[in-house]
Every structure is written in C-alpha cells, then in structure tokens.
C-alpha cells in the first residue's frame, strides 16, 4: 500500500526528515511515536503534499503511483487521508457543503456520478452514527468555534465520509477526554479492513489499548530508530526516549 | 508543485468572459460635450421642452464642477470632450414588437444569457435590454400592465407617462448632485422606469440588462423607481461590456422612492469589463445611487455583488425620511488584478424609529485594493434610530489592498449605532486543509469565498444567488495559492 523509501525532506533548508524507510501493506496499522519535534507531523505533512517542505531524496509509492508526484488534491482523491494535529478554521463554509464538496470531487476522480442529495444525507447519517458525531456540528461552519475534542472527532468523521486507503491519524488521541477516545478508537476499529491502513501518530500508550497496531516505530531527530510490536510502546511509557539516543547514534 | 505566487500571477491568464463585441452598424454622435450634443439627444429621443431645459441645466451644473478628490485612489484624468454621448444601432425600420428585434441584437443578449425571447425568458423575470444608449426590448410588459405596473424604457416613460416622470426626476438625485450625476442629467441615453401602483406586489423580478458595446462611447442610464403605498417590487441590473484597450465611462443614476409601506430591493451584479492584467483598459464605474423612504414604514434594501469595472466608485445611499423606515445594504465587492473599488453606503437617519443595516464583504485578490467607505447620519428627529454595521475583508495574496472609512454623525443621544470590522485572508493553511480533502485550489478558493459572502448573496433573489456565485468563482480562479 505505502512504501517509504530513504524519504529526506527540509523546510526552509533545514533537514527535518533524515532518511525514512517504511513499509505499510494493506490492512495493517502502524504507530509512530517519539518526542516532540522528532518529525512526525512533518512526515504526514510530506505525504500528504504539504507545500513548504521541499523532498530532498526518497521515494514514495502509493498503491503503484509514485505519490510524490501528485498535487495534494490527487493524494487525497487516490485515498491519502489525514486526521490533522491542529484542524483549521474556515468560517462560512458549512460542515455540511464542505464534505458534500469532498465527497463528490473524490467521486468524480474515481469517474463516479456525483451523489444524490438523498443518498448524501444517508451516508452522512451512518457515518455519524459509526463515529457518533454530533449531528449539531453538521451545519456549522467548518471547525469554527469546535472545542478542540470536537475538531478532533470531525476528522474522524470525515474519515468515515471519505473512506481513504490510507488514513494517517496526527495526534488525534491528544486533547480528547476518555469517553471520546474511546469513541474514536471504536470508529477507527469499526473501519478497519483488509483493504485500509492506518498510521497512528501519537505520544500516548492508551490509545494503543484500544487500536491494537501491528507495528509501532520510533520517529528519533528525522529517522525511524525502532521498530518493533504494540509493547515497545509499553517500554516507550516506561523509559522515555532518552534511552534511545544511543540507537540514534548506531543508525 | 505551483507555489502561491504562480498561483496568484495566473490570475493574469484568466479571461473576461463576456468580452466580445457585437458588428452591428451603429449611430454614433461625434465625440464631444456641449450643448449642441445635449440638444441632439434630446431631439433623438423626440423629447419635451422641459426635459430639455433640464439637461441643460445638469450641464450647466457639471461646467462649474470638479472631480471628487477624497477617494481612496488617484482620480484618472478623464478627457469628457473625448467620448460620443450617444451610440445606438441603426433601427432598419420602425419596431414595433420584440418579434422585430434586429436578429444580432438578440443573439447578443442571449450570448450574454439573457433571451429576450418571452418563451425563452426565466420565468417570473421580466427584462428590460439596453444596448449603448437605448433599450431594445422589454419583455412580459403586457403582463405586467394588467396588474397597472409600469415597466419600460426611460425614452417610453417620458413618452406614456410624463407627469410621474417630471414629478419624481432628480427628487433623489438632484441634476447638480455630484459631477458624475449632472454629466448624467445632462446626456443621460436610457434606462428604465418602474412604477408599482399602490398595493400592488409586482409579480415578477424585474431586471435590466446593461450592456455596452460601442467604442470610444460611455453608458450614462437613468432609472427611476417608484413604489407607491403597500406596494413591493424586487429590482435587478446585470451588465457587461466588451474588452478595450481604453477606459470607458459608466456614469449612472438611479433614483428609488418608497411611499407609504412600499419596499423596494433593488439588487446589482456589476461584471462590467474590468481591464486586463496590467490595468489597461476596463470600465471606470462612477455611479450615483439613492434611494428615498419618503413613507412611513416603507423600506429600501440595496444589494450588490461588484465583481467588474475597472474603478467602482459608488454609494448607494439610503434616507429614511418616513418613521419606521429601513434601509439595507449588503454589498460583495471584488478585486484582482489592478482592479480599484472604493464602495459603501450612506444612511440617513432622519425619522423616528428608523433603522439600517449595512453588510459589506471586500474581496481583495492581486494588486487589487478595496475601500469600504460608509456614511451613517443621524438626525435630530431620529429618535430611537438604530443602525448595524458589519464590514469585513478577506485578503487573498499579500499585494493587494483593503481599507475601512466608516464615518457616523449623530445628533441624537437616543440613537443607537453599532459597526464590527474584521479582516482575514484565506490562509494557505485553509486552502491545504481543503486540498488534503480532495478539494482543488480554485474550488477551495470558490468555496471560502462563497462561504465568506454567504449572508449578502443570500439576499439576492434567488433566481440569480447560483449565477453570482458562479461569477465570484469565476472571477477569482487562480488568484490563491
Ligand atoms: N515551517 C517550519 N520552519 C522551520 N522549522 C519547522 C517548520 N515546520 C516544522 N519545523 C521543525 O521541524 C521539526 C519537526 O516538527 P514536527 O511538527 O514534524 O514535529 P512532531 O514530531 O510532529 O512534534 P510534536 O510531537 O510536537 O507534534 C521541529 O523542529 C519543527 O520546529
Ligand atoms: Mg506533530
């Protein structure tokens, strides 16, 4: 599904991704940790298309496109999803006529027909229900004025509504209470399947109790320093990243 | 990848979509103002002494005046001795209904989507065509007369109907108003006249469809609207004009009065040619609105979405006179390239309980620069006047312009006068959260835009809300990055 070959990338001439090889096949989950600033929203950033990081070196294929080639838009129509650390704002513009705008631009890439208003409101009402989104913040303006758990739960939501290959989750356990996380985590298991991937960036063990990933890695200063199962992330919880260095140093 | 600035310069290659002329053999009046000219029109139109002697008179008032120098941009030198005054199509013989309508002049205005055809036409909107200097046709006048509502040309009114037209001409617009108002007075070609008679709510939209095509011509219109007591009408212009290499002048007036518990919406949308990426050509926008609540509980609402021109140099203006009057402006003014509009309202409180409402949006995109300028008066008398204010800008790139003079005068205490201001820009944060969504810059752009300007296209009559916003998407595509 995503192959992640010696990826380098800068912003602003500084080096920020320092190499990364990843492989994520169909149906699998893999979790990315490591401290802050290590590179993790950068890496979602970069394969999503972010304008201002410049790839310096790598490759990136997708599902067989080699996705570095593709506009931002084309990403997300080829199914790259991604569950934003820091939704924006757009006032104005309806919750509701924004995905219905999503949803049809991604339908008319794929050469399907734009969907009926009916059949729209249908799908809405079941995904809601999948992820247990506040039909309340459906007509609101895009994100505006949404507590921060309510952002994040409106990323989920739109996973559900846009049905990617490929979600990438930045964060999106941070700022919600229990019950929500819960909620998310059961949205993103509901999801689920042999033809869906996730990438789950997070800092916290807990949200892997309840998304159980195939594989966690540690993001360390632009380069993945360690790959291993669900209880390296019980060793993360426990011993920090320090203790990481060294492997840095090693690579 | 394009970055911002491709993005925006590409604005540049976007094309004016209603640019072409039409090849249709013209009467053109040699270019030059003075008397003779004034006296040349007037004889045209086969006009009475009195409408004559008042020309005259707005042209003596022009003589003495000069061009306004408090807008926020450099007056262009306008060479006023170099346009010809009036421009209309050869007539091939006497018309004397639409089925005679020259052929071209016809395939124009369809071109321009406005089928003058009653088959053809949008149902529930009657128009009135006005090609250069004269109307060529109005559609469903007979329907409307049953019902006793005028609807006609300006030549036809002071025809048919004189004494409403000498009653109500330059009542809210006086001929000496301002220099763009009197050049106006003096060599005004046509435009329309309404009059609603008292309880009666017109049936239809009307609209007039502004378009000019000669060269070296301006288009100087007069409309006139009366709504008598109990009376609604709903009112809309549109207009374009072919792409020139020189600046042409549009000099309008319009005049509304509102009697007793009339109300009258008069709706714009302005796609005048706006000059291209250089700032060559486009039309200069000098028009004079206003609109008098002469009744009590009447009301006045104006909306405008401005997307062309190359300057937009207009107030539409509101005076409450009657108790319990309202006044409304929502206003969307948009642009890019070198494109200048300096745009907003004057209210006039002046009777009791009255209230106003102002909206305005500026849209700023290339090295466009947009002034929100806004007048709100209260009187004496005004007891109890209330007005809101909300102006808003939405930056796009970071050459471009936008400013705010609201100016408020109040001489009573118990007024209350309310105004918010924001400014934004569509942030590349928003635009790549609307990619990351499928969404591509331009239908991004279309999208935050639209959204922006929600509460003032809203306002529009609804058969012509999906056509504006088409147009704020059209004219912005590509000016985002
Ligand atoms: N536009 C930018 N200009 C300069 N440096 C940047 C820019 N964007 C990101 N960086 C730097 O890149 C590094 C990686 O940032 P990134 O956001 O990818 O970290 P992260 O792993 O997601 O951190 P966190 O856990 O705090 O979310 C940081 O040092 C950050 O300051
Ligand atoms: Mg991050």
Not at chain 1, 23 to 39: L, T
């Amino acid at each position: 599904m995503l192959t992640i070959k010696n990826l380098h990338a800068e912003v602003d001439g500084k080096a920020i991704l320092k190499g990364i090889d990843l492989e994520i096949r169909k149906g699998e989950v893999h979790a990315i940790m490591g401290p802050n600033g290590s590179g993790k929203s950068s890496l979602a950033s970069v394969l999503a298309g972010r304008e201002n990081y410049t790839v310096t070196q790598g490759e990136v294929n997708f599902d067989g496109k080699e996705l570095l080639e593709l506009s931002p838009e084309d990403r997300a129509r080829e199914g790259v999803f991604l569950a934003f650390q820091y939704p924006v704002e757009i006032p104005g513009v309806s919750n509701l006529n924004f995905l219905k705008t999503a949803l049809n631009e991604i339908r008319a890439y794929k050469g399907l027909p734009a969907l009926e208003a009916k059949e729209f409101l249908k799908l809405t009402k079941e995904k809601q229900q999948l992820v247990d989104f506040n039909a309340n913040l459906m007509n609101r303006s895009l994100n505006e004025g949404f507590s921060g758990g309510e952002k994040k739960r409106n990323e989920i939501f739109q996973l559900a509504m846009l049905d990617p290959k490929l979600g990438i989750l930045d964060e999106t356990d941070s700022g919600l209470d229990i019950d929500a996380l819960r909620i998310v985590a059961n949205g993103v298991n509901k999801l689920r399947g042999p033809e869906k991937s996730f990438l789950l960036i997070t800092h916290y063990q807990r949200l892997l109790d309840y998304i159980i990933p195939d594989f966690v890695h540690v993001l360390y200063n632009g380069r993945i320093v360690k790959t291993g199962t669900k209880e390296l992330a019980l060793e993360l919880e426990e011993k920090g990243y320090d203790w990481l260095r060294e492997a840095e140093v090693h690579v | 990848m394009r970055n911002s600035n491709e993005i925006i310069d590409d604005i540049a290659n976007k094309e004016y979509e209603f640019g072409f002329t039409t090849d249709i053999e013209m009467d053109i009046a040699p270019a030059g103002l003075n008397e003779e000219i004034i006296r040349f029109i007037s004889a045209k139109k086969e006009e009475p002494e009195w409408l004559l002697e008042w020309r005259l008179k707005g042209y003596q008032a022009f003589k003495k005046m000069q061009l306004p120098s408090w807008q926020h941009f450099p007056m262009p030198a306008i060479d006023f001795q170099a346009v010809s005054y009036y421009a209309a199509p050869k007539k091939k013989k006497q018309l004397a209904s639409l089925d005679e309508v020259d052929p071209e002049l016809l395939a124009t205005f369809e071109k321009l989507g406005i089928p003058l055809n009653e088959q053809k036409a949008l149902s529930g909107v009657a128009v009135d065509a006005v090609f250069d200097s004269v109307s060529v046709a109005t559609t469903f006048k007979g329907k409307l007369k049953e019902m006793g509502v005028i609807f006609c040309s300006f030549g036809e009114a002071v025809r048919e109907h004189p004494d409403l037209v000498k009653k109500y001409l330059g009542s809210v617009v006086p001929h000496s108003d301002n220099i763009f108002a009197a050049l106006n007075a003096a060599v005004f070609s046509d435009g329309s006249f309404v009059y609603i008679p008292k309880g009666v709510r017109c049936p239809m939209e009307l609209s007039t469809y502004f378009r000019i095509n000669a060269q070296n011509t301006g288009q100087f219109e007069r409309t006139l609207i009366i709504a008598d007591d109990n009376s609604y009408v709903s009112y809309l212009e549109g207009c374009t004009a072919p792409m020139r290499d020189e600046n042409q002048l549009h000099a309008a007036v319009v005049e509304l009065v509102a009697l007793d518990h009339a109300e009258i919406k008069y709706s714009t949308v302005q796609n005048w040619y706006p000059g291209d990426k250089d700032g060559k050509g486009g039309i200069y926008n000098f028009v004079t609105k206003r609109g008098i609540c002469k009744g009590n509980s009447s009301k006045i609402s104006w909306t405008q979405v401005e997307t062309g021109s190359a300057i937009t140099w207009k107030y539409p203006s509101v005076i409450l006179q009657g108790d319990d009057a309202q006044g409304e402006f929502y206003s969307v003014a948009v642009v890019r390239n070198k494109q200048i509009a300096d745009t907003g309202t004057k209210i006039y409180h002046l009777g009791r309980n009255t209230r106003s409402r102002i909206i305005s949006k500026g849209i700023s995109a290339g090295q466009g620069d947009n002034t929100y300028r806004g007048l709100v008066q209260v009187g004496p008398r005004a007891h109890n006047a209330r007005n809101f204010t909300q102006c808003d800008s939405l930056l796009i790139g970071n050459r471009c312009g936008a400013h705010t003079f609201p100016y408020i005068e109040s001489r009573n205490k118990s007024a209350t006068v309310e105004h918010e201001a924001t400014t934004s820009k569509i942030g590349e944060d928003q635009i790549f959260y609307l990619n990351q969504r499928g969404i591509d810059t331009e239908k991004a752009v279309a999208l935050i835009v639209n959204g922006y300007a929600k509460e003032v296209l809203n306002q529009l009559p609804m058969e012509f809300a999906v056509e504006a916003q088409k147009l704020l998407s059209i004219t912005l595509e590509g000016s985002v990055g």
